[in-house]
């Protein structure tokens, strides 16, 4: 995978997102040391609602992951196997409202970052992103490897274009999260 120098990813960054990392603590050595590739947010008109979450939430994907979730979610069903979305596109604003939740819970800025990306960071800006619930269970934690969900994602995700973003060991400065899948074509 192609390293983005930390100086192109500042580069493509706003002012927006200045004023988000001022307001989260985010530094530049933050910044310089992220390991996650930028993403800007798509245009509005490329994303769609897939269908309502189990908040009652609208669940929101990118034009070609909503179809390609469809499909998979349509096949896993006739597999017997629940795949329920829990999290699809995320702004920016999102993103740092999770970090700060976190944040005001006690957690450390560095802790947090191993767990949810640096606003601008997330692969669920790009509405190509799905993290996955099962069996009404939602939560996501390591348990869901053990899910057959997981397994049946590990063996057929890959022919709908989704891939595990995130594996145990990975090189991104990330946890292992067997949940977050990423649509690319």
């Keep these: 995978m192609t390293h983005i120098c ?5 580069f493509l960054m706003s002012t927006y997102l200045d004023k988000i990392y001022s307001e989260l603590g985010v530094t530049e050595t933050h910044l310089r040391l992220q390991r996650l590739n930028p993403y800007k ?3 509005l008109d490329t994303l769609e609602i897939v269908e309502i979450d189990f908040e009652g ?10 179809d390609a979730w469809r499909k998979m979610h349509h096949q896993a069903k006739k597999d017997g196997i ?34 949810t990306a640096i606003p601008g960071f997330s692969e669920h800006h790009t509405g190509c ?28 995700a890959e022919n709908f274009n989704f891939s ?8 991104k400065g990330i946890i292992f999260e067997p949940w977050h899948w990423f649509f690319a074509e």
């Design 129 to 156: 992103a799905v993290d996955i619930c099962t069996d009404g269970k939602y939560f996501l934690d390591e348990s869901f490897e053990n899910t057959n969900a997981f397994s049946w994602l590990m063996k057929n």
């Design 57 to 66: 939430k609208p669940f929101i994907l990118e034009s070609g992951a909503a």
């Design 82 to 115: 629940s795949i329920e979305p829990f999290s699809g596109f995320r702004s920016y604003l999102y993103q740092k409202q999770l970090i700060k939740r976190k944040l005001e819970k006690g957690k450390s800025l560095e802790t947090i970052l191993t767990e």
């Design 41 to 43: 947010e798509p245009p």
């Design 6 to 10: 930390w100086l192109s990813k500042l």
């Design 164 to 171: 595990l973003s995130y594996p145990r060991n990975n090189d």
